[in-house]
């Protein structure tokens, strides 16, 4: 089959007409590889080779576009090319030509990774480490990689966390809420040791809220009770929600003398 035309489209592809008028679009790459440019007649095998790679450099296309949105590791460059149902070989082969170029590169992938969880998201290390081991990074490169940052800067990350928690908290005692956050911060990857030292080194005061609370429930309760019975029932709703009792009895004291 006689070449009559190779033409460069504006995408990048070439498309190659032929001399029963039919037309392929292919790759530079592929080109090159079979010698198109001097070579103007084509078999059926070489017809054949030709739309192999030519579907070859299609997925490959995809594959760098895929990369090109954010850094992939190869476990996950592998998943990817799950939908494209090759064969083994066919896989592994576009894993180790994006290697070559540097694409696929499971040190650089952990470098990053580890830097924009840190400064562009709230995950602290334990999550970090959890979410790279995901990905089938080797444990002793993310050890590694994550012994080097200051620790200073994840304290840091974490005190202003828990300092907005703390300002936006407007009706939990300081015990039910110092509960939720630590939970929160477990599940969100920081040691308890490192919550802890946070949540101690931030000032915290019950009284705001004891009183809005106070005020809530003498509200609803004084619709039905009354005197001692009615200071009793707040006192055990305020209990309930894990307020210190000495300072519930100092608050009653106060609201009953005014």
Known sequence: MKIEKIKKLNSGKYKIELEDSSKIVTYDDVILKH???????????KLNELNI???????????????????????????????????NETKNNIILDLKK???????????????DRIYLSND?????RKDLSNHKIDINVIEEEISKIDENIIKEKLSKIISKKIKNNHKDSNYIMRKKIYND??????????????????ETNDNDNLNKEFDKWYRKLSLKETGDNLYLKIKQK?????????????LIQVKRDL
């Not at 010698?35 to 095998?45: A, P, S």
């Not at 209990?239 to 000495?246: C, F, P, V």
């Open 35 to 45: 010698n198109l440019l001097f070579n103007r007649e084509l078999d059926g095998t």
């Open 53 to 87: 790679d030519t579907k070859y450099y299609d997925i490959y296309s995809k594959c760098l576009k895929y990369i090109g949105r954010r850094l992939r590791s190869e476990y996950e460059m592998l998943n990817y090319l799950d939908k494209f149902e090759l064969d």
């Open 101 to 115: 170029i540097n694409l696929i590169n499971d040190l650089n992938f952990t470098k990053a990774y580890i830097s």
């Open 124 to 128: 602290g290390l334990n999550k970090i």
């Open 185 to 202: 911060m477990i599940n969100l990857g920081y040691s308890s040791e490192m919550i802890n030292e946070c949540y101690n080194s931030l």
């Open 238 to 250: 305020l209990y309930q929600k894990g307020y210190n009792l000495s300072d519930i009895d100092k």
